[in-house]
């Protein structure tokens, strides 16, 4: 963090950003609906939106909590998961 502050800003606009590819859907998770305001789960919009941090991918908060607590993994790639990696997202509107 350091380095990063006392750089100059042609020194950060400059340096290459690398982030790593988002995990790919597993052909036996639960397939992701082209409407990104629905969620996978349940199918209906979005209520209280939380992603879970080992995929990214957003749901309602009671149906990850729900289907993480119950199977343990990410619904979409099935990557191993907690309730403790489910994080709240807020938004203006």
Same mark, same amino acid.
């Given at each position: 963090?350091?380095?990063?502050? /006392?750089? =100059?800003?042609?020194? !950060?606009? =400059?340096?290459?950003? %690398?982030?790593? &590819?988002?995990?790919? @859907? $597993? +052909?036996?998770?639960?397939?992701?609906?082209? #409407?990104?305001?629905?969620?996978?789960?349940? *199918?209906? +919009? !979005? %209520?209280?939106? =939380?992603?879970?941090?080992? =995929?990214?991918?957003?749901?309602?908060? $009671?149906?990850?909590? +729900?289907? @993480?607590?119950? /199977? +343990?993994?990410?619904? $979409?790639?099935?990557? &191993? $998961?907690?309730? #403790?990696?489910? !994080?709240? *997202?807020?938004?203006?509107?």
């Amino acid at each position: 963090m350091m380095e990063w502050w /006392y750089q =100059s800003a042609e020194e !950060r606009m =400059s340096a290459p950003t %690398v982030y790593p &590819p988002p995990p790919k @859907v $597993a +052909k036996e998770g639960v397939q992701l609906p082209p #409407d990104r305001t629905i969620c996978p789960l349940c *199918l209906q +919009k !979005r %209520v209280n939106p =939380s992603v879970i941090t080992v =995929s990214g991918f957003v749901f309602c908060y $009671a149906c990850i909590f +729900k289907f @993480v607590t119950q /199977y +343990k993994r990410c619904p $979409a790639t099935t990557m &191993p $998961a907690t309730v #403790d990696q489910i !994080r709240r *997202l807020f938004h203006d509107v």
